[in-house]
């Protein structure tokens, strides 16, 4: 059986002056595969997260590893313990307004630095060598002035440092109420086939401050930057949003089929040496991200919602209907509301309140069979 050890590591300092800290977890492979870094929770109400590394830990003790996997949940301490009476909000910083997910460093300047210094060295010495210069540099900002750091800022930047001493990241999110649904950049396209998820979002592998973003955009750069010398160096790194479903919940029997999933792809990447876990046949679809469509409520008032999640969406069907009693007698009180295009429904907002803008509902256009 595989030994599991745990360390707290301070993130920051809570107002009574004592330290906020989080677990993480780490099991040490044979040095042969990958190296992994699994979070969750990032955003207080998607708690999914912290299941699925609950069911990963009671599979991957009794598994053979090739690589070590880091698993953090509850990696943000102030979100998930930011309530407003019964429901966690958690998705923005309370005292910047920021969102949570957008306070990671963009480090893929450090790519042209780490080639004029090792762009002659192996493969094997040049990873080595980027990822140490990401390392230290992730540290470097966190030895700033502790003036200068944010409460976020600074915890994101802990959770940037464990990444990028990995291979590949997983970043365990959920939706509002949200069908399954994968961010995956362009590069990793053929990774996403050996996740159980039916849903795959394409992402350009550009930063736009998220984890997966952060993880892999520099080591995109160095490839890029390889490749116009004429270089063959594929993308070292592998990093991928994952969405497990609605916020606000638990389900312990899906966290198994959802840890099953990321075996799946742990086994592909040869980070798992048993061959146990395999992808289940299932149809799955992809849509670039300027076609994934959000469609803003058209009015104020009451929702319920059609579209069912994960349902394909056919031109002219009810997505959602509007209920506005304010006006009973002077104007119609029911509302239809109804998509001009062919799509599949991934996520809708979770209150059946609305005003007028309010994102309603997210959809998969444009999409094709992966």
Request: hydrophobic share 40%; glycine share 6%.
């Amino acid at each position: 059986m595989n030994t599991i050890t745990q360390q707290h590591i301070q993130v920051g300092e809570i107002a009574n002056g004592l330290p906020l800290t989080i677990p993480v977890y780490r099991l040490q492979g044979n040095g042969s595969g990958p190296n992994v870094y699994i979070q969750a929770n990032m955003h207080g109400a998607e708690v999914q997260g912290n299941a699925v590394i609950y069911a990963l830990l009671e599979q991957l003790k009794h598994l053979t590893l090739a690589g070590d996997i880091t698993l953090v949940p509850y990696a943000n301490p102030i979100g998930c313990n930011q309530k407003s009476g019964e429901f966690t909000l958690g998705r923005f910083d309370p005292i910047t307004g920021v969102n949570w997910n957008r306070m990671y460093h963009d480090h893929s300047a450090l790519a042209q630095h780490c080639l004029a210094e090792h762009g002659e060295d192996s493969d094997k010495a040049l990873i080595a060598a980027f990822r140490a210069q990401l390392c230290q540099a992730t540290e470097a900002l966190l030895e700033a002035p502790a003036h200068t750091l944010t409460t976020g800022k600074r915890i994101a930047l802990t959770l940037q440092k464990l990444a990028h001493q990995a291979d590949i990241v997983l970043d365990l999110h959920t939706g509002p109420i949200s069908a399954k649904h994968l961010y995956c950049p362009e590069y990793a396209t053929d990774s996403a086939r050996y996740f159980d998820i039916p849903h795959v979002l394409l992402i350009p592998n550009e930063f736009d401050g998220a984890m997966d973003e952060a993880s892999f955009c520099p080591w995109w750069q160095l490839s890029s930057a390889l490749q116009a010398q004429g270089r063959d160096f594929p993308v070292a790194v592998e990093a991928f949003t994952v969405e497990l479903g609605s916020q606000e919940k638990i389900d312990l029997d899906e966290a198994v089929e959802d840890a099953n999933s990321i075996l799946s792809y742990l086994t592909h990447k040869e980070v798992i040496a048993d061959g146990s876990h395999q992808p289940k046949d299932i149809k799955r679809y992809a849509c670039a991200l300027k076609d994934y469509l959000t469609y803003y409520a058209p009015m104020g008032g009451m929702v319920e919602y059609k579209a069912p999640l994960g349902g394909h969406i056919k031109t002219g069907d009810c997505i959602a209907r509007i209920l506005r009693m304010e006006q009973y007698l002077s104007e119609t009180p029911l509302h239809t509301l109804r998509l001009d295009k062919d799509a599949i429904a991934i996520l809708h907002f979770a209150s059946a309140s609305v005003n007028q803008g309010t994102e309603l509902y997210k959809f998969f256009t444009n999409y094709y069979e992966l």
